[in-house]
């Protein structure tokens, strides 16, 4: 099993919809979670980080963690087709270092 | 503020070769960060600093290794190039060593080895 999971996609939504892209993890002890996406040939740019269970809104985005599950989900509202990239989910474990998933290919089709 | 910046952007070498990259952390980050991207395995961690000591390590090899200046800039080496280590270096800088801080890249470095 791998620390940090995610669906590689690619997951395919019409322009304007909501894109829903998940990630779970195995450590029960880790602390942070963030949200990056990535466009083909570029580096990982940060979207947002929660630490606390529940939602956390930034803009068209949406954070959600459930730590009792061991899921953390990011939504994006209104997609557009600038948001087509990969997704990647890291954590935080306790001993400080980021478990990065391989990510989720969002494609936002016009 | 300047963001990360890492040097060279591209690089090609042939095995058995060595190479170091190098990274700047954006002003009063003292955390640097490498990993290691490919497609296979996503974005790995390679190893971190923070104030001139290495802080944690990831799965790689001896072959990797890296340090860090007194004013944060951090190189990586890689020793007797493999065909395995063609990948995309990322480094990330961060306020503070390991948790409670996020991180940001820089632009990576594209090494091919023949």
């Given at each position: 099993?791998?620390?940090v999971?995610?669906?590689?996609?690619?997951?395919?939504?019409?322009?304007?919809?909501?894109?829903?892209?998940?990630c779970?993890?195995s450590?029960?002890?880790?602390?942070s979670?963030?949200?990056?996406?990535?466009?083909?040939?570029?580096?990982?740019e940060?979207?947002?980080?929660i630490?606390?269970?529940?939602d956390k809104e930034?803009?068209r985005f949406?954070?959600?963690?459930?730590?009792?599950?061991?899921?953390v989900s990011?939504?994006?509202?209104?997609?557009?087709p600038?948001d087509s990239?990969?997704?990647?989910c890291a954590?935080e474990k306790?001993?400080?270092?980021?478990?990065f998933?391989?990510?989720t290919?969002?494609?936002v089709?016009? | 503020?300047?963001?990360?910046?890492q040097?060279?952007?591209?690089?090609?070498?042939?095995r058995?070769?060595q190479v170091?990259?190098?990274?700047?952390p954006?002003?009063g980050?003292r955390s640097?960060?490498?990993?290691?991207?490919t497609p296979g395995?996503?974005?790995?961690?390679?190893?971190?600093y923070?104030?001139?000591?290495?802080r944690?390590k990831?799965?790689?090899?001896?072959?990797?290794?890296g340090?860090q200046?007194?004013?944060s800039r951090?190189?990586?080496n890689?020793?007797t190039?493999?065909?395995?280590d063609?990948?995309l270096y990322?480094?990330?800088?961060?306020?503070?060593?390991g948790?409670?801080d996020?991180?940001?890249f820089?632009?990576?470095?594209?090494?091919?080895?023949?």
């Amino acid at each position: 099993q791998k620390e940090v999971e995610q669906n590689s996609g690619p997951l395919s939504v019409p322009e304007g919809a909501i894109a829903s892209l998940n990630c779970t993890y195995s450590d029960r002890g880790s602390q942070s979670f963030f949200w990056y996406r990535q466009y083909s040939g570029k580096s990982p740019e940060l979207i947002m980080f929660i630490y606390s269970n529940g939602d956390k809104e930034d803009g068209r985005f949406t954070a959600q963690l459930n730590k009792a599950s061991q899921y953390v989900s990011l939504l994006i509202r209104d997609s557009q087709p600038s948001d087509s990239a990969t997704y990647l989910c890291a954590v935080e474990k306790r001993t400080y270092k980021y478990i990065f998933g391989t990510g989720t290919r969002l494609k936002v089709l016009a | 503020k300047a963001g990360v910046t890492q040097t060279p952007r591209y690089l090609i070498k042939t095995r058995g070769q060595q190479v170091t990259l190098s990274c700047s952390p954006i002003s009063g980050h003292r955390s640097v960060s490498w990993y290691q991207q490919t497609p296979g395995q996503g974005l790995q961690f390679l190893f971190e600093y923070f104030s001139e000591t290495q802080r944690n390590k990831g799965n790689f090899p001896g072959r990797f290794s890296g340090r860090q200046f007194s004013n944060s800039r951090s190189e990586m080496n890689v020793s007797t190039l493999e065909l395995g280590d063609s990948a995309l270096y990322l480094c990330a800088s961060s306020s503070v060593a390991g948790g409670g801080d996020t991180q940001y890249f820089g632009p990576g470095t594209r090494l091919t080895v023949l």
